[in-house]
């Protein structure tokens, strides 16, 4: 686990399992295979196999030990529920993340139909832990319907990463949506982000109460273009009260 990162939405990274397979443009450039596939060879690094999915059982518990309570992106360098990866071993993860209900655990995938299928089996037609966050992501319009596939998984809490934002994303349903990041791409080949595209997701989660955090511009480096949209930075984050309700938090 790392102790710390960039990534401006979390505190910490745990990645019990590495490498993934592209399955939509978003991924065209993904940063986790472009740092992985440097170390492709290197005898003893962590990633000798480079970007090839790699399951880490030794790293199944590190969160248990992890005492003082932190927002843990998991897997970062992988997709959870990557066809590959067995539901034996996705259902260790979830294991290790109910039982350190003290930190919150924030999932990513743009595999959103296995998402909810496997949140289906584990929590039937209940809401899943609170403090485990289930998130797609949706780089434009025409992934929309890992939208609606996030909204029909028995998650806690619920959010959408839209980064890469490569194209328009048009009308969001957000009906069960807590949270929406989005940011633009980074590296060698990032595309460009029209301001425009980015607003249009802003208002929208405005207008239905969700909150919104505006991650990056992007550019060569993630840092290139600054975080300010509209003169101010973004930094909501889903709350939850002590009824269970959502209230946005900044």
């Known amino acids: 686990m790392a102790q710390g990162t960039s990534i401006e939405w979390t505190d910490a990274t745990w990645n019990p399992i590495t490498g993934c397979t592209k399955i939509s443009p978003g991924c065209d450039n993904c940063y986790a295979e472009r740092f992985s596939e440097r170390f492709r060879g290197v005898p003893g690094n962590a990633f000798e196999h480079g970007f090839d999915l790699t399951l880490r059982p030794e790293r199944l518990e590190q969160p248990l030990g992890w005492r003082l309570p932190k927002m843990i992106f998991v897997n970062s360098m992988s997709d959870l529920f990557h066809k590959n990866v067995p539901d034996s071993f996705v259902s260790k993860v979830f294991h290790t993340m109910e039982r350190a209900n003290w930190h919150t655990f924030q999932l990513l995938t743009k595999r959103s139909s296995l998402m909810r299928d496997f949140l289906r089996r584990r929590y039937g037609d209940g809401r899943g832990p609170l403090h485990i966050w289930c998130g797609v992501s949706v780089e434009d ?84 273009g600054g975080r300010n949209l509209d003169g101010r930075e973004w930094s909501e984050f889903p709350a939850t009260n002590a009824t269970g309700c959502r209230v946005v938090a900044e």
């Open 141 to 224: 319009g025409a992934r929309i319907s890992r939208v609606r596939h996030l909204q029909d998984t028995p998650a806690g809490t619920r959010f959408l990463s839209i980064e890469p934002l490569i194209g328009p994303i048009g009308t969001l349903d957000l009906t069960g949506i807590d949270w929406v990041i989005v940011g633009g791409e980074s590296g060698p080949r990032a595309r460009p982000m029209d301001p425009e595209w980015v607003r249009e997701v802003r208002d929208q989660c405005q207008q239905a109460g969700v909150a919104f955090f505006f991650k990056q511009w992007g550019g060569y480096r993630p840092k290139s």
